[in-house]
């Protein structure tokens, strides 16, 4: 089976390879630490109250991350890991002040091979500094966790169990909506496929490129949402 792109990237880490900060959301993070620590933690706010050896939290609890504790960041850095390799976890990187970004350049240019960089955003792509943007991988965030409008999710769910596509298709081409709208799209679809209504590995694959696509680039999300819909 084709892997996803954050098994991927996983994987040449553990192969030893130095991976860019990756951005995920808090679901994600979780996984990750389970998978790589074999912890069973249901979330983030579970895990960040029990010890685990080699992963390191660094929270916003002010609402800004500020240059005082990115110093944190970096000096852990420099030591020397017990557990073979250490992962950070970022939380909310979209609220680092400017010097404070500043201050991570180099450690985000040159991640260390036993140091894997977590980040979490509230936000999308173009909420963080530019400097920092361009050098992490998005894979999610914690905004395509987002509600949708209720009558868009009645098209999908008449599009996949009725047969009937009609609706769906010509609301997308008459409604001009927001980027995190076409964003909630994507998901949604990607939960029906993931759900079993479809096997067909090129679509999967196609649904998460396009959600990796909206996520860290500004491509146009219309005509993303379109490539995808004209696969299924």
Not at 101 to 114: C, D, G, H, I, T
Not at 186 to 211: M, P, Y
Request: proline residues 3%; charged residues 25%.
């Amino acid at each position: 089976m084709t892997k996803t792109p954050l098994a991927s990237l996983l994987e040449k880490f553990e192969s030893g390879h130095s991976i860019p900060p990756v951005v995920l959301s808090n679901e994600d993070v979780t996984t990750v630490v389970n998978t790589l620590k074999k912890t069973h933690f249901l979330d983030l706010y579970e895990m960040r109250k029990e010890y685990i050896d080699g992963v390191f939290f660094f929270e916003n609890e002010t609402g800004v991350i500020k240059i005082e504790q990115t110093r944190n960041i970096i000096e852990q850095s420099s030591k020397r890991s017990s557990s073979g390799y250490d992962i950070f976890i970022i939380e909310r990187i979209d609220t680092l002040t400017l010097a404070a970004a500043n201050s991570l350049l180099k450690l985000f240019e040159e991640v260390p091979s036993n140091i894997l960089i977590l980040l979490t955003s509230d936000s999308g792509r173009e909420a963080m500094i530019e400097t920092l943007a361009s050098r992490v991988i998005f894979i999610s965030s914690n905004i395509l966790h987002t509600s949708l409008d209720s009558n868009i999710r009645e098209k999908i769910n008449d599009y996949f169990d009725a047969g009937d596509s009609a609706p769906f298709l010509s609301f997308l081409a008459k409604e001009k909506l927001e980027k995190w709208e076409y964003l909630a799209i994507l998901i949604a679809l990607k939960d029906r496929v993931l759900s079993g209504d479809i096997k067909n590995l090129e679509t999967i694959e196609k649904i998460e490129s396009g959600i990796i696509t909206l996520s860290s680039t500004n491509a146009n999300p219309r005509w993303v949402v379109d490539e995808v819909i004209l696969l299924i």
